[in-house]
C-alpha cells in the first residue's frame, strides 16, 4: 500500500463524467456511484477528510433533456449543465445522507481559484464546510462560464482545488489505469508507467488527447493537472474508477495506478507560492509583542499591527514588517486597506462593530503567511 496513500489526510478525488452517467441511456450509474459512497464514508470514519469534484452535469442533463448524441453548441452545453446540476446534487444528497453524511455543492469557475480574493472565499467556505463534518461536491459552474465549457475541464479545477485547500492527495478515477508511453488504445506496445518524479517534456509528450464526448479530458488534461497538484504539494493518482469501490482498490498493495509524487508537503508549497510568486500590494507594520507572536507560529491579530501602506484588497499579499523596519515575511490580508485600519491596535472581539461584518478574527492567518527565516 503507497504511504502517500495512507499518510494522507485531506483528500480530493475527482470523478469523470463516463464513469458517471450510462453513454447509452444518460442515466445515473447507480450501483458505481453507492460503492464509491461506502468508500468515501469508509475514509471519513478513518479520520481523513474528502472533497469531491465531480463532473457529469451537461453528461445528466443531456439525457434528461433528450439532446442528441455528439458535440453540443454553446448555449445546449449551458441548459444540459442547468438540468443536469439540480439532478446531480440531488443523487449526491441523498448518497451520503443514506450514509449519516451531509453533502454541500460548491459550483466554482477556475477564474474562483486563480483571482486572490475569491480564492479565500471558495477556501474559506471549504475549510468550513469540512470543519463541520460536511463533504463538499465540487463541480464547474458550466452554466455561466462560457470558457469552461470550450476548453476547460474537471481535471484541472480538481488540482487547483487540491491546491486551494492544501490537500495531501489528489485522485483523478478514470476510464484508464494510468499513465503510458503511449496511448494503449492506439499503441498495444505502449509499457505502463507506475510512478512519476519529475513531470518533463517527456512525460509530457507520452501524453494523448483520449476525451469522450462525455468527457472533455484525456490524458493531456490529467499530466496538466498533475503539474498543478504536485507545485502545490499534493500527490496525485490517476487510478482505474470503472470497478467498484474503486478507492478501496486504491489502497490495495498490487493496485495499478500512476502517482506523480510531489517534491514537498502542502504547507511548504503554499508559503513559496506565497514569499516568492505573489506581488505585495502593502505593508503591515508589526510590534514587538506580534513579532514575536509570529516567531512561536501564530496568526497576526489587528491589536498588534501598528502602522498600514499601501492600496490592497482582500485576498492581496503583504508585507509584514516590524516597528524597526525589519522585513519578517509575507501573507495574505483577510481585511481590504480600509477595513484594516478601522481594526488595526484593537481587539478581535471588536471588529465586527467596527467594519459591520463577521470577519476573520486575524488580519493574516498563519497559513496564509510566508516569515523570513531568523538569523541564528
Given at each position: 500500500?503507497?504511504p502517500?496513500?495512507?499518510?494522507?489526510?485531506?483528500i480530493v478525488v475527482?470523478?469523470?463524467?463516463a464513469?458517471?452517467?450510462?453513454?447509452?441511456?444518460?442515466a445515473?450509474?447507480?450501483t458505481w456511484?453507492?460503492?464509491?459512497?461506502?468508500?468515501?464514508?469508509a475514509l471519513?470514519a478513518?479520520?481523513?477528510?474528502v472533497?469531491l469534484?465531480?463532473s457529469?452535469a451537461i453528461?445528466?442533463?443531456r439525457?434528461?433533456?433528450?439532446?442528441?448524441?455528439?458535440a453540443?453548441?454553446?448555449?445546449?452545453?449551458q441548459?444540459?449543465?442547468?438540468a443536469?446540476q439540480?439532478?446531480?446534487a440531488h443523487?449526491?444528497?441523498?448518497?451520503?445522507?443514506?450514509?449519516?453524511?451531509?453533502?454541500?455543492q460548491v459550483?466554482?469557475?477556475?477564474?474562483d481559484t486563480e483571482e486572490?480574493?475569491?480564492?479565500?472565499n471558495a477556501?474559506?467556505?471549504?475549510?468550513?464546510?469540512?470543519?463541520?463534518?460536511?463533504i463538499?461536491?465540487?463541480?464547474?459552474?458550466?452554466?455561466?462560464?462560457?470558457s469552461?465549457i470550450?476548453y476547460?475541464?474537471?481535471?484541472r479545477?480538481?488540482?487547483?482545488v487540491?491546491?486551494?485547500?492544501?490537500?495531501d492527495c489528489?485522485?483523478?478515477?478514470?476510464?484508464?489505469?494510468g499513465l503510458?508511453t503511449?496511448?494503449?488504445a492506439?499503441?498495444?506496445?505502449a509499457e505502463?508507467i507506475?510512478?512519476?518524479?519529475?513531470?518533463?517534456p517527456?512525460?509530457?509528450?507520452?501524453?494523448?488527447?483520449a476525451?469522450?464526448?462525455?468527457?472533455?479530458?484525456g490524458?493531456v488534461?490529467?499530466?496538466?493537472?498533475?503539474?498543478?497538484?504536485?507545485?502545490g504539494?499534493?500527490?496525485?493518482?490517476?487510478?482505474l474508477?470503472k470497478?467498484l469501490n474503486p478507492?478501496a482498490?486504491l489502497?490495495?498493495p498490487?493496485?495499478?495506478?500512476t502517482?506523480?509524487?510531489?517534491?514537498s508537503?502542502?504547507?511548504?508549497a503554499?508559503?513559496r507560492w506565497?514569499?516568492?510568486?505573489?506581488?505585495p500590494?502593502g505593508?503591515l507594520?508589526?510590534?514587538?509583542?506580534?513579532?514575536?507572536?509570529l516567531?512561536?507560529g501564530?496568526?497576526l491579530?489587528?491589536?498588534?499591527?501598528?502602522?498600514?501602506e499601501g492600496?490592497f484588497?482582500?485576498?492581496?499579499?503583504?508585507?509584514?514588517?516590524s516597528?524597526?523596519?525589519r522585513d519578517l515575511?509575507?501573507g495574505?490580508s483577510?481585511?481590504?486597506?480600509?477595513?484594516?485600519e478601522?481594526?488595526m491596535g484593537?481587539k478581535?472581539?471588536e471588529?465586527?462593530?467596527l467594519?459591520g461584518?463577521?470577519?476573520?478574527?486575524?488580519?493574516?492567518?498563519r497559513?496564509?503567511?510566508a516569515l523570513?527565516?531568523?538569523k541564528?
Amino acid at each position: 500500500m503507497r504511504p502517500e496513500w495512507t499518510a494522507a489526510r485531506r483528500i480530493v478525488v475527482k470523478i469523470g463524467s463516463a464513469l458517471l452517467v450510462d453513454r447509452a441511456t444518460g442515466a445515473l450509474k447507480s450501483t458505481w456511484l453507492n460503492s464509491l459512497g461506502d468508500d468515501i464514508a469508509a475514509l471519513i470514519a478513518s479520520g481523513k477528510e474528502v472533497i469531491l469534484v465531480s463532473s457529469g452535469a451537461i453528461a445528466f442533463g443531456r439525457g434528461a433533456l433528450g439532446l442528441p448524441k455528439g458535440a453540443l453548441k454553446l448555449d445546449e452545453s449551458q441548459a444540459a449543465a442547468a438540468a443536469g446540476q439540480i439532478s446531480l446534487a440531488h443523487a449526491y444528497q441523498d448518497l451520503f445522507r443514506a450514509r449519516g453524511l451531509v453533502a454541500a455543492q460548491v459550483l466554482l469557475t477556475l477564474g474562483d481559484t486563480e483571482e486572490r480574493r475569491r480564492y479565500l472565499n471558495a477556501r474559506s467556505t471549504i475549510e468550513t464546510l469540512l470543519r463541520l463534518k460536511a463533504i463538499p461536491v465540487v463541480n464547474e459552474n458550466d452554466t455561466v462560464a462560457t470558457s469552461e465549457i470550450r476548453y476547460g475541464d474537471n481535471d484541472r479545477l480538481a488540482a487547483r482545488v487540491a491546491s486551494m485547500c492544501s490537500a495531501d492527495c489528489l485522485v483523478l478515477l478514470s476510464d484508464i489505469d494510468g499513465l503510458y508511453t503511449a496511448p494503449p488504445a492506439q499503441n498495444p506496445r505502449a509499457e505502463f508507467i507506475p510512478e512519476v518524479r519529475e513531470i518533463t517534456p517527456a512525460i509530457e509528450a507520452m501524453a494523448g488527447d483520449a476525451g469522450t464526448e462525455l468527457s472533455r479530458g484525456g490524458m493531456v488534461t490529467k499530466v496538466a493537472a498533475a503539474r498543478i497538484a504536485t507545485g502545490g504539494g499534493a500527490h496525485m493518482v490517476i487510478a482505474l474508477g470503472k470497478v467498484l469501490n474503486p478507492l478501496a482498490a486504491l489502497g490495495a498493495p498490487d493496485k495499478r495506478a500512476t502517482w506523480f509524487l510531489a517534491p514537498s508537503d502542502p504547507v511548504a508549497a503554499r508559503k513559496r507560492w506565497i514569499a516568492g510568486t505573489l506581488e505585495p500590494r502593502g505593508v503591515l507594520v508589526i510590534d514587538a509583542g506580534a513579532a514575536a507572536a509570529l516567531d512561536a507560529g501564530k496568526s497576526l491579530l489587528p491589536a498588534g499591527v501598528r502602522r498600514i501602506e499601501g492600496a490592497f484588497d482582500r485576498g492581496d499579499a503583504v508585507v509584514i514588517r516590524s516597528v524597526d523596519g525589519r522585513d519578517l515575511g509575507r501573507g495574505l490580508s483577510a481585511y481590504a486597506r480600509a477595513d484594516a485600519e478601522r481594526i488595526m491596535g484593537k481587539k478581535s472581539s471588536e471588529i465586527a462593530a467596527l467594519v459591520g461584518y463577521e470577519g476573520r478574527a486575524e488580519i493574516v492567518h498563519r497559513d496564509d503567511m510566508a516569515l523570513v527565516a531568523r538569523k541564528s
